[in-house]
């Protein structure tokens, strides 16, 4: 079951930042793209806690999962920042 909210947290993830990119295909504004790399950055950190927790869990991808995270953050400030209008 846990491994059914890692899955399902992923899609969710992955779902919102396809959702966001069209949505910046359309209206081309750019705070539109950096959510959506955001969330594809969230996405790719979901999935890193199944695979972490539930596949390799001799392997510690604490530090992997903590790094894709931030990075995805990052660009989400980055782009409330200075993509402000």
Not at 20 to 27: K, P, T, V
Not at 61 to 77: E, K
Request: proline residues 1%; neutral net charge; charged residues 10%.
């Amino acid at each position: 079951m846990v491994q059914l909210v890692y899955i399902i947290g992923s899609l969710i993830s992955l779902s919102c930042a396809v959702l966001l990119l069209r949505g910046y295909l359309d209206a081309k504004k750019h705070l539109l793209l950096w959510s959506a790399l955001c969330f594809f950055g969230l996405s790719v950190s979901n999935l890193l806690v199944f695979v972490d927790l539930e596949l390799l869990p001799t392997i510690g991808l604490f530090r992997v999962r903590l790094i894709t995270a931030g990075i995805s953050i990052s660009l989400l400030l980055y782009g409330l920042i200075w993509e402000s209008e």
